[in-house]
Every structure is written in structure tokens, then in C-alpha cells.
């Protein structure tokens, strides 16, 4: 973008210092588009606005919801770089938003909101990233029916209506988009940049090679990303003659205390059950160099970090077969694709476990294959070019 001066909003109503994925990456976005000319505006809500918003999603979810702040300002100025970043009240936003060319805000439900309430009129265009399911494919409980109930409602076509653009990151939700609302989806994948990590240090040659097979699980301690299912895993597996030969490392926590004390009481009652709390983005390479194999047992997901995390490290994957993990691996030859099940899991952890003790190399193989893969297709240089093109196309059209 040198030398074009493209001025871009990012708005993200929620704290920066939250750390959570899409925190992550708003924050890479601003830094990566400043870096190549473009004047960024990242636009998130102060403390106070966050404590009243907070309330409201308690409502929602019917349960004391509390925030917790995972890095500090410090941290999170550093990495956002030379772009402007303002964490102000919400009666603040509209002003600010309407000094850029071009917006750019994620698919939540309340975020488009606000912008409705601000006039999109009185807005620049605006461009919608996918980072909330559209539609969780597993619905369980009550809040996940209401949730697929308001995105596919008359309320949330009304909220999408007036977007220059939406930008999804996988297959699965271009064609939700297009078929449910009739609206343009392009496709640009979420860049990734294993560096940051020293995720791209690991040796994928050292998978299957110690005596127990070692498993990690990062991520949020909540339902969505399965961690329930994770533990009933672990329980269904201690009563198998291979347990004692499998290491399992437990990375994250969550708002949800059940969660929490399940994860320490495994952590007492197995000695080969690790649970580590949450780990920095800086530490977590070590985790990845650790491990031969990687769970993700997500109910529902746009696209997954860890998913390029390990595919970044050369580590193999177990994923459920939901959009996001299915736009990453090449069922068998990146990772694996399974049904969302205990037995599921559980029954592919045996296999791998077979395979380690019969072939090692095999899993070798297939952590190299997935990280020429992720490499590839999620290269952060390309990505942003898409998204410089993206932004400036969507600007100029509003001229």
C-alpha cells in the first residue's frame, strides 16, 4: 500500500488485551497494513464501555460472564506497531470511523449493530470479515440454537445489508453467504506467521520418537471448543492397557470455573495428565516442539489457530470435520478429520498410538506435509496483498 494512503478502520468493540484469536488477529492485521503504507485506525472500546458490554452478554448467556485481560497494554502496543490504536468510549466511534476510506469489522451480531446505530449512511464502506460461525453445525444447548436462530433471522440479513464486501476465510462459509444472503463472499485465508511463536524452530522429524505418545490442547476451556469432550477422552482412555504410554498437556483456561477445577482434578488424579494453565503466545513453541500430536475437538470454528499452529510446527492433527479445520487439513495426509465424538477421538488416538509403535516415520511424514501446506496456503506476504486489493477495490467504489 506504499504511497497509496489508503486509510483503514479497524473496529473491533471488545479489549485488545483479551488475547483471545480474533484479538490477535486485528492486531497483526493493523500492524501488517501499516507496514505497507496504509494509515490504520484499530478502534476498540475503553474498560469502562467493556464492564457495561459485559453485562449484556451475561443476560445473553444466562450466567456471570468476566473478562479476563491476558497481555498487557504494553504488549499489545508493541505488536500492533507504528498504527494508531484507540481504546475510547462508544459514543466516541462514530467520529472517528468517519475520518477512514474503508472499515473493516468481524460478522458478530453486535458489532454490526452499533454500526447500524451510527448510520451506515454516515459511514465509509464497509467491508465484513467472517470470524463468528454463521452456523454452528452442533447445537446442543439452548444458546446455540438461539444463535444459529438470530444469523439466519430477517434481523441479521438487515444487519448485512449495506456491506461493501464480505471476506470469508474458508469454502464452507462462502457458500452460507451467498446462498443464504445473496451477498458477494470473497475468500482470503487468515494469514499466518509462525515466527512470532518460534513455532517455526520445531523439528517435525522428533514426532513418535519417545516413549509415550505426547498430546497437546490448546485453547479456551469453553464449549465451543470441546474441551468437554476432551476430558470424557482422557477418562474413557485410563481404563485402556495404553494409557500409561500416552503424555497429555493441557494449555488455556477459561471464564468457565467447572472447567478449571476438571482440568486440575485430571491433573492430580494422572501423572501423565499436565495442566498447564494459559501460556503466552511467546512460550507456547515450546509446547508444539513437546508434542507428536495435537487435539482439536471444536463444536464449531471459522477458521482454528492451533490448527496452523501445529501444522506450522509439523505436528500432526486430530480435528473434528467442521468447517475451519476441514478449509486447513487434507483428511490422512496433513492431520485428520473425524466426527465430533468421544468414541471418535478416542478410537483415532488408538490408531496413532498403533502406528507409533508399528511405523514412527508415518507420523513424521505427515507433520512435514503439513507444514509445507501451511506454509503454502496461509503465507502472510500473499494474504495481505489479497487484502490490500480487497480494501482499496471496496474504497474506490465508493468514489
Not at 34 to 41: D, K, M, Q, S, W
Not at 378 to 393: C, G, T, V
Request: hydrophobic share 45%; charged share 25%.
Amino acid at each position: 500500500m506504499r504511497k497509496k494512503n489508503l486509510r483503514v478502520g479497524l473496529f473491533l468493540p471488545a479489549l485488545l488485551t483479551y488475547g483471545g484469536g480474533v484479538e490477535k488477529y486485528f492486531i497483526e492485521l493493523a500492524r501488517n497494513l501499516t507496514e505497507r503504507g496504509a494509515e490504520v485506525n484499530l478502534i476498540t472500546i475503553d474498560e469502562a464501555s467493556s464492564q457495561k458490554i459485559v453485562k449484556l452478554w451475561s443476560l445473553y448467556y444466562g450466567q456471570k460472564v468476566a473478562v479476563t485481560q491476558r497481555e498487557t497494554k504494553a504488549e499489545v502496543s508493541r505488536k500492533i506497531g507504528l498504527a494508531n490504536w484507540h481504546s475510547i468510549p462508544l459514543r466516541k466511534m462514530k467520529s472517528l470511523l468517519k475520518k477512514n476510506q474503508v472499515i473493516y469489522v468481524k460478522n458478530e451480531f453486535y458489532d454490526l449493530f452499533l454500526l447500524k446505530l451510527m448510520g451506515l449512511k454516515n459511514l465509509p464502506p464497509i467491508v465484513v470479515g467472517v470470524h463468528t460461525a454463521i452456523k454452528i453445525p452442533f447445537v446442543g444447548c439452548f444458546h446455540n440454537k438461539l444463535h444459529n436462530f438470530l444469523y439466519a433471522s430477517p434481523l441479521y440479513r438487515w444487519l448485512l445489508r449495506g456491506a461493501g464486501l464480505v471476506q470469508v476465510p474458508n469454502r464452507d462459509d462462502q457458500r452460507l453467504i451467498e446462498e443464504r444472503f445473496g451477498l458477494k463472499a470473497i475468500l482470503i485465508h487468515h494469514p499466518f506467521e509462525a515466527e512470532t511463536t518460534g513455532i517455526s524452530r520445531v523439528k517435525s522429524e522428533l514426532i513418535g520418537t519417545h516413549r509415550c505418545l505426547r498430546f497437546l490442547f490448546v485453547g479456551r476451556f469453553v464449549e465451543q471448543k470441546g474441551i468437554d469432550i476432551l476430558f470424557a477422552v482422557i477418562k474413557a482412555l485410563s481404563t485402556e492397557k495404553i494409557f500409561s504410554k500416552l503424555h497429555f498437556r493441557l494449555a488455556g483456561q477459561g471464564d468457565n470455573q467447572v472447567y478449571q477445577r476438571e482440568a486440575v482434578n485430571l491433573g492430580k488424579e494422572f501423572e501423565n495428565v499436565d495442566y498447564l494453565g494459559y501460556v503466552p503466545n511467546s512460550k507456547i513453541g515450546r509446547h508444539y516442539s513437546w508434542t507428536d500430536i495435537v487435539l482439536v475437538p471444536s463444536r464449531h470454528e471459522t477458521v482454528n489457530f492451533v490448527v496452523l499452529e501445529a501444522g506450522a510446527a509439523g505436528r500432526v492433527v486430530i480435528a473434528s470435520d467442521i468447517p475451519g479445520p476441514r478449509e486447513i487439513i487434507v483428511d490422512r495426509k496433513t492431520g485428520f478429520l473425524i466426527n465430533l465424538s468421544v468414541e471418535a477421538f478416542v478410537k483415532k488416538i488408538e490408531e496413532l498410538f498403533r502406528i507409533k509403535e508399528q511405523e514412527p516415520a508415518a507420523l513424521a511424514k505427515i507433520g512435514r506435509a503439513a507444514r509445507k501446506q501451511v506454509t503454502a496456503n496461509f503465507n502472510p506476504q500473499k494474504i495481505y496483498q489479497q487484502f490490500e486489493r480487497m480494501l482499496l477495490s471496496v474504497a474506490k467504489e465508493a468514489l
